[in-house]
């Protein structure tokens, strides 16, 4: 039997998605770690952002950063406020000559529905990172 669109075999459904910008990776990290750029991507925080801490943002999005490794990568915990759920978010920012690779992964999403919505949600996220860099730059 075929699964359904990004449904694997035991971690539920997931979504990903790449984007590569004329931008040098320390610029795209510094920005993406900015306030400015957090409340993009992840939401204007309530609480801190540090490795081994729990964080919720304004619009109750909540979870617990699992690993942190400045100018590569970030995964965590993240459920948004209607969910029952926590998915797993993992942001990588991968370096080329001369341009930057963008990539959010999310893995354990309850259904084809919530990865549509996600799916949604980050195409629009990256919209504005990468709208707002060109802006800065």
Same mark, same amino acid.
């Given at each position: 039997?075929?699964? %359904?669109?990004? $449904?694997?075999?035991? !971690?539920?459904? +997931?979504?990903? =998605?790449?984007?590569?910008? %004329?931008?040098?990776? /320390?610029? #795209?990290?510094?920005? =993406? *770690?900015?306030?400015?750029?957090?409340? @993009?991507?992840?939401?204007?925080? +309530?609480?801190?952002?540090?490795?081994?801490? %729990?964080?919720?943002?304004?619009?109750?999005?909540?979870? *617990? @950063?699992?690993? *942190?490794? %400045?100018?590569?990568? #970030?995964? =965590?915990?993240?459920?948004?406020?209607?969910?029952? /759920?926590?998915?797993?978010? $993992?942001?990588?920012?991968?370096?080329?000559?001369?341009?930057?690779?963008?990539?959010?992964? +999310?893995? &354990?999403? *309850? /259904?084809?529905? $919530?990865?549509?919505? !996600? &799916? @949604?949600?980050?195409?629009?996220?990256?919209?504005?990172?990468?709208?707002? !860099?060109?802006?800065?730059?």
């Amino acid at each position: 039997m075929e699964r %359904p669109v990004g $449904q694997t075999k035991d !971690m539920g459904f +997931q979504f990903g =998605l790449r984007k590569t910008v %004329p931008f040098s990776a /320390n610029f #795209v990290w510094e920005f =993406l *770690f900015s306030e400015a750029g957090l409340n @993009i991507w992840l939401g204007e925080l +309530q609480t801190s952002f540090k490795i081994g801490q %729990p964080y919720i943002t304004k619009s109750g999005i909540e979870g *617990f @950063i699992r690993v *942190f490794r %400045p100018y590569s990568h #970030v995964r =965590l915990n993240w459920k948004k406020k209607h969910w029952n /759920n926590y998915s797993t978010l $993992q942001l990588r920012v991968i370096e080329h000559p001369q341009k930057t690779t963008i990539s959010f992964h +999310q893995e &354990k999403l *309850f /259904n084809s529905e $919530q990865r549509s919505e !996600m &799916k @949604i949600y980050w195409n629009d996220v990256m919209d504005k990172i990468t709208e707002t !860099m060109e802006n800065r730059k």
